[in-house]
């Protein structure tokens, strides 16, 4: 209980969900790219578009409209394992809990990028399936 209440109100652990200076950095770096090749935008939004909806269809509740894509997960403890399912399988995916969202609506988060192919996201969208229904959280 006491480790439970220092990794959510200790100040200094809130801090450290910040994303490290290095990814700052890249983010300019990207929008640098996407200036100086405006080609690129659209096929990452029509890409992230296109995972969206597939897994709308799928039954996922998901939050934003970009290539940062978030699915609701039910409780704390189902959105980790869920996450370390995926991990297991081997995506970078991560479960955001409180203090990050708001209390008791944690997410697992994921990020579309103008590398992932069509069939890593297919992939993907069936190893989400998968583990989700693996861990019977529907």
């Keep these: 209980e006491n480790k439970t209440y220092l ?3 200790c100040r200094p652990f809130i801090y450290t969900t910040a ?3 290095i990814i700052a950095k890249w983010n300019l770096e990207s929008i640098q790219y996407l200036q100086n090749h405006p080609e690129k935008a659209p096929t990452l939004k029509n890409k992230a578009q296109q995972f969206q909806k597939k897994l709308i269809a799928a039954g996922f509740n998901i939050l934003g409209n970009t290539h940062i894509i978030a699915i609701k997960g039910k409780t704390i403890e189902q959105t980790k394992a869920w996450a370390k ?11 955001i809990c409180h203090p990050t969202v708001p ?3 944690p997410l697992i988060r994921l990020c579309i990028t103008l590398n992932h192919s069509e069939t890593l996201l297919n992939n993907l969208l069936q ?12």
């Design 7 to 9: 990794i959510n109100f």
């Design 19 to 21: 994303l490290p200076p």
């Design 85 to 95: 399912a995926c991990q297991q399988k081997g995506y970078g995916i991560r479960s």
């Design 103 to 105: 209390k008791n609506q």
């Design 127 to 138: 190893t989400l399936k998968e583990t989700h229904d693996a861990l019977k959280l529907g």
